[in-house]
């Protein structure tokens, strides 16, 4: 029986029929501040497209989001459908950006849609039948935005995705020059699954074995439940590997740890990338994921910490994944995921206009007198 064979998953699409362009980002909407029709096609926050690495640079973007909608890798299907659930999960933004920067963060009074240009540069070529054929092209896509001078943000997809957006950062700023904060409810420096050495629970140890990320520079957030196993543990403490796990978190709390974490981002690389894993929030907040681990995060406590780390490091990169919306009837999940990325972007934002002192907040909306910084009371 004749089948569909080799790489026809990733062959191009002609393009040289395509009515002539000059490069940049392209937009889709249709209306400019109509909250629930925007009119053209669900994009992730209704942001303009781009489709090449001349439109990143002609459009001089900052940020652009990526797809990779891929979950064989990590025994359950169903976070392939984050992608598409992170981008659709924007139906109560007044207007969004199309409507000319309305969004203002309250905690920070800064328009982060406005001082940074933000695309959607859709999905990453995915081989339906192997994760790690997939990732290939996954690096590739995340490097050529970040070659284009733009910070890529990966939509998950499973965990194992970690692997090519490591790799490409590695790629791009050099061997060992980036670290990665690993916020997770698990380790994900397994050996195997079942004889696998690439899934979702394997990638932090990948990136070490390969070279491209060095154990010490591995900082992690969140880890509690069942594991690690004992020599996993004890592999991860001779890489160097700095692991908050969620017992610190409880004695010293999440503020005095973060305190801790950020010090040692800044202490090693130049450049940092977040991995973000839905499942370090607590399922009351992301009941959508294949490995839901009680006794998490709060998004109340988690958003402000995410808005440090980009305000305060030099942040290159970022994903968020393991969001699977089959498992998210009331779009928690989705919704909670999408702003954890806009936190982030609003930290980048902060970083742009200078505004990195820690715990920065407006005066205006955090009861301080506007003048003073003071309470007026
Ligand atoms: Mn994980």
Redesign the pocket.
């Known amino acids: 029986m004749a089948g569909i064979s080799g790489d026809v998953w990733r062959a191009e699409y002609d393009r040289s029929g395509d009515p002539k362009r000059e490069p940049g980002p392209i937009e889709l909407n249709r209306y400019l501040a109509n909250p629930v029709a925007p009119g053209g096609i669900p994009t992730f926050m209704r942001w303009p497209v781009c489709l090449t690495p001349e439109d990143l640079k002609a459009g001089e973007v900052d940020v652009a989001v990526i797809g990779a909608p891929l979950d064989l890798a990590t025994g359950q299907r169903g976070t392939a459908f984050g992608p598409q659930a992170l981008r659709t999960a924007d139906r109560y933004i007044p207007g969004g950006p199309a409507a000319g920067g309305v969004m203002t963060h309250t905690h920070v009074v800064v328009k982060p849609f406005e001082v940074l240009k933000c695309v959607d540069y859709g999905d990453a070529g995915i081989d339906p039948f192997d994760p790690v054929a997939s990732h290939e092209e996954v690096r590739k896509r995340v490097r050529e935005i970040a070659e284009a001078g733009t910070i890529p943000i990966t939509l998950g997809g499973d965990?194992s995705l970690m692997r090519p957006d490591g790799q490409a950062m590695a790629d791009v700023y050099g061997k060992g020059k980036v670290g990665i904060i690993h916020f997770?409810?698990?380790y994900?420096a397994g050996t195997n699954h079942f004889g696998h050495t690439i899934t979702?629970?394997t990638p932090v140890r990948n990136l070490i074995d390969e070279g491209h990320i060095p154990g010490k520079n591995f900082i992690q957030i969140g880890l509690r439940g069942w594991i690690p196993f004992e020599d996993d543990m004890e592999w991860m403490r001779n890489q160097g590997i700095k692991s908050h796990y969620m017992a610190e978190v409880e004695r010293d709390g999440f503020d005095k740890v973060m305190e801790r974490a950020i010090a040692e981002a800044l202490d090693g690389p130049e450049y940092l990338f977040i991995s973000f894993?839905i499942?370090s929030l607590d399922p009351a907040y992301a009941p959508g994921t294949g490995?839901p681990e009680p006794g998490g995060f709060t998004t109340r406590e988690m958003f402000p910490m995410v808005r440090r780390l980009c305000a305060e490091c030099n942040v290159v990169g970022m994903e968020l994944?393991?969001v699977g919306p089959g498992w998210d009837p009331g779009y928690t999940t989705a919704l909670n995921g999408l702003r954890i990325i806009q936190e982030a972007i609003t930290g980048l934002a902060m970083r742009k206009l200078g505004l990195t002192e820690p715990h920065y907040l407006d005066p205006r909306t955090s009861g301080q007198d506007p003048v003073e910084g003071q309470r007026t009371d």
């Open positions: 965990h997770d409810a698990h994900d979702h629970g894993d499942d490995t994944v393991e």
